[in-house]
């Protein structure tokens, strides 16, 4: 079996509702762990995080470990940044042996053809300022001023703050609306069409706190929700169906 599951945001919240999401994502792993082959983490698992080059953040020791103990088992473990964690380096590659995948990617996974994304850098042509802060929070160059100008307290009390603030933006854009997810079952149209000759039996994407499962014809786009609210994530058994399920741990 085959999972995935996105828009955890640990550290998200009051203390203790930070640990009661932690702990609810762990009892998933545990329970994916017993017959996955893999596991794809489709960004904002963390609510923030940010590398220095001997720093991390303070925290999430209980998914950290569980990481590290799922590929220690030979499960694979490929994690896709999203918005809130997009600044990830090399220590959960190299600490947790965690596949890190900076961009979409089309993967073949029993049989079917699966277009994995985070999703909040699709179909975003018509708002520009959204586009402009897409470029701005993915420059290295401003990755290198934040790291090089910020002591880490005040990074992650900044970082802390915004991710905060996008979070209540979505929650007053009203995240429940499965409409929210049509903007990228239109990127999942279009890619279609301009990709004839590669066909795409799923398209799974995460970031608009909507779980989702859409069909039409041929097209087939699940979206996995957020965990702050109602967790929800996708399993593709090996006869190559992918369903959308609720986690009640």
Not at 13 to 18: D, K, N, R, Y
Not at 23 to 30: I, N, T
Not at 128 to 137: G, Y
Request: proline share 6%; charged share 20%; hydrophobic share 40%.
């Amino acid at each position: 079996m085959i999972y995935f599951a996105s828009d955890v945001h640990l550290g998200s919240g009051t203390p203790q509702e930070a640990r009661t999401t932690e702990r609810r994502f762990v009892a998933w792993l545990d329970m994916a762990a017993r017959d996955a082959e893999a596991v794809f983490l489709l960004g904002d698992i963390f609510d923030f995080w940010f590398e220095y080059r001997r720093v991390v953040p303070q925290g999430f020791v209980r998914t950290l470990g569980k990481f590290a103990e799922l590929t220690d088992r030979g499960i694979r473990v490929a994690f896709f940044p999203g918005n809130h964690d997009m600044w990830t380096g090399p220590y959960l590659a190299h600490e947790c042996g965690i596949e890190i995948h900076q961009a979409p990617h089309t993967v073949t996974l029993h049989g079917r053809r699966i277009f994995i994304a985070h999703g909040d850098n699709l179909n975003i042509h018509g708002q520009p300022a959204l586009r402009l802060l897409n470029r701005i929070f993915r420059s290295r160059v401003l990755r290198r001023l934040f790291a090089w100008g910020l002591h880490p307290d005040l990074a992650m009390r900044f970082g802390q703050w915004w991710s905060s603030k996008s979070r209540k933006a979505h929650r007053t854009a009203g995240p429940a609306d499965p409409s929210a997810t049509e903007p990228l079952i239109a990127y999942a149209r279009s890619y279609a069409a301009a990709h004839p000759g590669e066909r795409i039996d799923h398209f799974v994407f995460g970031h608009m706190h909507v779980a989702r499962d859409f069909r039409d014809g041929i097209l087939h786009t699940v979206h996995l929700g957020c965990w702050e609210t109602a967790p929800a994530y996708a399993v593709l058994s090996p006869d190559g169906e992918l369903s959308l399920k609720r986690f009640e741990p």
